[in-house]
T-cell receptor
Framework: GAVVSQHPSRVICKSGTSVKIECRSL??????MFWYRQFPKQSLMLMAT?????????EQGVEKDKFLINHASLTLSTLTVTSAHPEDSSFYIC?????????????FGQGTRLTVV | AQSVTQLGSHVSVSEGALVLLRCNYS??????LFWYVQYPNQGLQLLLK??????LVKGINGFEAEFKKSETSFHLTKPSAHMSDAAEYFC???????????FGAGTRLFVKA
């Protein structure tokens, strides 16, 4: 299947700094990628839909100035957590969809564990 | 709007026993349904999916699920549990041909020796 690579897998940063997480589709082009956030022992919550060459679409309640998404190429989307605070500590996962209609399938990155201290 | 309800945040079975993880969905259009597995600190792996056609879907690692429209259910089963099946399982729904995927709260499966 298609491979989605997410980097870094773990990051620890100081409160007030910014952190960038990369999501790459390694063997396919992804016009649309998705960013999820997962709190401990909870489900994945969709944060935003990242569209190549245009602005991301954020879900209700997600601060777009806090979580900056850039999808500058067909194989790379980045999520930047700006001025991070301890409450931003979480597991962030990206995914990219391949195919159309009944053949569609979403592939997920391995996730990034962000810890803000 | 679509939603997914997974009954039971934790399920415990003995090795060799039947695994049954329950999922009910709500969708105003014919849904696409998925089951994913997640191991600690890892991303999600697709177990199986239903889009159209046969309502009994077979996936990887011996898992299968049956789409029952009348019951709006998509329960996941495996005849015989293995220790390696211990993980978090997520049921998910998306609109027909749509992009956005909505996840259930997840069910943690414990397998006892």
């Amino acid at each position: 299947g298609a491979v989605v690579s997410q980097h870094p897998s773990r990051v620890i940063c100081k409160s007030g700094t910014s952190v960038k997480i990369e999501c790459r589709s390694l063997d396919f082009q992804a016009t649309t990628m998705f960013w999820y956030r997962q709190f401990p022992k909870q489900s994945l919550m969709l944060m935003a839909t990242s569209n190549e060459g245009s602005k991301a679409t954020y879900e209700q309640g997600v601060e777009k100035d806090k979580f900056l998404i850039n999808h500058a190429s067909l194989t790379l989307s980045t999520l930047t957590v700006t001025s991070a605070h301890p409450e931003d500590s979480s597991f962030y996962i990206c995914s990219a969809r391949v195919g159309l209609g009944m053949n569609t399938e979403a592939f997920f990155g391995q996730g990034t564990r962000l810890t803000v201290v | 709007a679509q939603s997914v309800t997974q009954l039971g945040s934790h399920v415990s079975v003995s090795e060799g026993a039947l695994v049954l993880l329950r999922c009910n969905y709500s969708s105003s259009v014919p849904p696409y349904l998925f089951w994913y597995v997640q191991y600690p600190n890892q991303g999600l792996q697709l177990l199986l999916k239903y889009t159209t056609g046969a309502t009994l879907v077979k996936g990887i690692n011996g898992f299968e699920a049956e789409f029952k429209k009348s019951e709006t259910s998509f329960h996941l089963t495996k005849p015989s549990a293995h220790m390696s099946d211990a993980a978090e399982y997520f049921c998910a729904v998306s609109e027909t041909g749509g992009f956005k995927t909505i996840f259930g709260a997840g069910t943690r499966l414990f397998v006892k020796a």
